[in-house]
C-alpha cells in the first residue's frame, strides 16, 4: 500500500507536525499554518474524503458535532466575537481533503462578508428561477 500524498493524511498518520488543537475517533482538527486570523484552525476526517457529499452519512453528525464545538472553543480561546466558517468545495480547495475553516471573528475585523465580490440577481424573476432549479435539484437527489 502507498502512502497517500495529501498533506492531511499525513498530519492524520501523524507524519507531518501541527498544532493538534482536537482529535476524536473521526476527526482531527489543527491550527492553520497560514491564518487568515490567529486561532483560524481547519477541522478535517481522518478517512481522506476530498469532497463533502462524500462523507459517509454515518460520519455527518460526529464530524459537523465537532465543528459545534470548535466553533464555541475557538471563539472563547480567542475572545473573539464569533466565527466565520467555511467549506470549500473543489474550487479553491488547496488540499483535496475535505476541511472546515473554523475563523474567529471580531467586530471591525476589516474583513468584509465572503473573501470574493458579491453580486445581486439581476431581477426577482432570476431569483425565483435560480431558487426552482436549486429545489428541483435537491427533491431529485433525495429521491422524490
Do not use: K
Not at 502512502?3 to 492553520?32: N, Q, W
Not at 464530524?63 to 464555541?72: E, H, I, M, S, V
Amino acid at each position: 500500500m502507498t502512502e497517500s500524498p495529501c498533506a492531511f493524511c499525513a498530519i492524520v498518520a501523524g507524519r507531518i507536525d501541527a498544532a493538534i488543537v482536537f482529535e476524536d475517533d473521526v476527526s482531527i482538527a489543527f491550527l492553520d499554518h497560514r491564518p487568515l486570523f490567529l486561532g483560524h484552525t481547519l477541522l478535517v476526517p481522518r478517512l481522506h474524503v476530498e469532497l463533502l457529499p462524500d462523507l459517509p452519512a454515518e460520519l455527518l453528525q460526529p464530524f459537523f458535532g465537532a465543528a459545534q464545538l470548535l466553533t464555541r472553543a475557538v471563539q472563547e480561546a480567542t475572545a473573539a466575537d464569533g466565527a466565520f466558517l467555511a467549506l470549500n468545495h473543489r474550487v479553491s480547495q488547496s488540499v483535496p481533503h475535505v476541511h472546515l475553516h473554523i475563523i474567529p471573528r471580531r467586530f471591525h475585523d476589516g474583513l468584509r462578508g465572503f473573501f470574493w465580490p458579491r453580486q445581486r440577481y439581476p431581477d426577482a424573476d432570476q431569483m425565483a428561477e435560480t431558487a426552482r432549479s436549486i429545489s428541483a435539484a435537491a427533491a431529485r437527489l433525495r429521491g422524490g
